[in-house]
T-cell receptor, first 113, second 114 residues
């Protein structure tokens, strides 16, 4: 049973527009949520995170929104750039900073010039 | 040079063979992890270690073992490889003091078991 789900395997957007990647979770004990970005032939790299006590965290073009009542989070990229084309993984952890992450399946984002 | 280095990057082996994947890091982090990525399943935690004398099972440890030879080295072994262990394996490190959940991944080791 997958505790973190990314139901959209892929997303295609035009350069300059907004990209919205979604993630749902089932475990109410999760206290940190993260997004990782992965290019082909590379390891995932940390992008942005949010604590369960917040509902929004922003870092430049990237904003993560958390809706605890719906057990849903989303990553907004504005404006999208071709270099953002990658696989995006949503991840969650419970019980503090252990590094024991539960990952979603990933969403492949393609940003078209 | 990469901060987290995995060897080999690619390996093809046969069922029943013993395989070791090695990971070394120059980030000075105490915490190290092995994750496995399968298509459609994301990454799953195999083992993790918070220091040299600490080894913990993750979500999918059956069929795997690890060794933490030093702060900078963490190796993953498959004692008798089987085809469903074909996957992309990632080593990762963490300081445990910065952003919660921030892991630094190696470039991955692609293992194929025939």
């Amino acid at each position: 049973d997958q505790q973190v789900k990314q139901n959209s395997p892929s997303l295609s957007v035009q350069e300059g527009r907004i990209s919205i990647l979604n993630c749902d979770y089932t475990n109410s004990m999760f206290d940190y949520f993260l997004w990782y970005k992965k290019y082909p032939a590379e390891g995932p790299t940390f992008l942005i995170s949010i604590s369960s006590i917040k509902d929004k965290n922003e870092d430049g073009r990237f904003t993560v929104f958390l809706n605890k009542s719906a057990k849903h989070l989303s990553l907004h990229i504005v404006p999208s750039q071709p270099g953002d084309s990658a696989v995006y993984f949503c991840a969650a952890s419970a019980g503090g900073n252990t590094g024991k992450l539960i990952f979603g399946q990933g969403t492949t984002l393609q940003v078209k010039p | 040079d990469a901060d987290v280095t995995q060897t080999p990057r690619n390996r093809i082996t046969k069922t029943g063979k013993r395989i070791m994947l090695e990971c070394s890091q120059t980030k000075g982090h105490d915490r190290m992890y092995w994750y496995r990525q399968d298509p459609g399943l994301g990454l799953r935690l195999i083992y993790y270690s918070f220091d040299v004398k600490d080894i913990n099972k993750g979500e999918i440890s059956d069929g795997y073992s690890v060794s933490r030879q030093a702060q900078a080295k963490f190796s993953l072994s498959l004692e008798s490889a089987i085809p469903n262990q074909t996957a992309l394996y990632f080593c990762a490190t963490s300081s445990g003091t910065r952003v919660a959940g921030e892991l630094f991944f190696g470039e991955g080791s692609r293992l194929t078991v025939l």
